[in-house]
């Protein structure tokens, strides 16, 4: 069975600084890893994922992601964020033969002028 | 092209009955998964569909139900509602062909259930 804990539940930061949400995940088998966003009042939007290849990937609106198999890791990094990031974050992990997606409980990145 | 639909949008019920909500895919998309998310549980996976079959399902009583017609679009079913059955239900659509979650999901903005 595979699980995902997002270390933070909330992450406060100042607008322009950089910011780092923590994803671990726990799976038996190789795994396909995602981040997404919620913004209020909204479904989910994909900012990026990991299939194979590079460990680090590139997503929409300047996030980034870096896949460490050996610390089942799948952190989310933005060198400067914007008031608009303001916004709630999943972690999520499927498994590479089936089609169940499992997500973290979010973490809330709150930017402040 | 058109997002995914969920319809409707709000919706309040009293326990014990039941209610039916609707999800139109993106077109050409044969897959829809749903999905619930509360407070307390999080976004927890109920199931997907794909070409009218389930072809996967998450550990939720035998109460929530679902089916695919033949143009792709997904219902979802609770009967018998519980309080704790308050929550916002999103539905996601993709090509789904391409074996796991390998194609993008897109979310719908969800239907937000009360029960009262």
């Known amino acids: 069975a595979q699980s995902v804990t997002q270390l933070d539940s909330q992450v406060p930061v100042f607008e322009e600084a950089p910011v780092e949400l923590r994803c671990n995940y726990s799976s038996s088998v190789s795994v396909y890893l995602f981040w997404y966003v919620q913004y209020p009042n909204q479904g989910l939007q994909l900012l990026l994922k990991?299939?194979?290849?590079?460990?680090l990937v590139k997503g929409i609106n300047g996030f980034e992601a870096e896949f460490n198999k050996s610390q089942t890791s799948f952190h989310l990094r933005k060198p400067s964020v914007h008031i608009s990031d303001t916004a709630e974050y999943f972690c999520?992990?499927?498994?590479?033969?089936?089609?169940?997606?499992?997500f973290g409980a979010g973490t809330r990145l709150f930017v402040k002028a | 092209k058109a997002g995914v639909t969920q319809t409707p949008r709000y919706l309040i019920k009293t326990r014990g009955q039941q209610v039916t909500l609707s999800c139109s895919p993106i077109s050409g998309h044969r897959s829809v998964s749903w999905y619930q998310q509360t407070p307390g549980q999080g976004l927890q996976f109920l199931f997907e569909?794909?070409?009218?079959?389930?072809?996967n399902k998450g550990n939720f009583p035998g109460r929530f139900s679902g089916r695919q017609f033949s143009n792709s679009r997904s219902e979802m079913n609770v009967s018998t509602l519980e309080l704790g059955d308050s929550a916002l239900y999103l539905c996601?659509?993709?090509?789904?062909?391409?074996?796991?979650?390998?194609?993008?999901?897109?979310f719908g903005p969800g239907t937000r259930l009360t029960v009262l």
């Open positions: 569909y794909f070409s009218e079959t389930q072809r």
């Open positions: 990991y299939l194979s290849g590079s460990t």
């Open positions: 999520a992990v499927s498994d590479t033969g089936g089609f169940k997606t499992i």
């Open positions: 996601a659509s993709s090509f789904g062909t391409s074996g796991g979650f390998t194609d993008t999901q897109y």
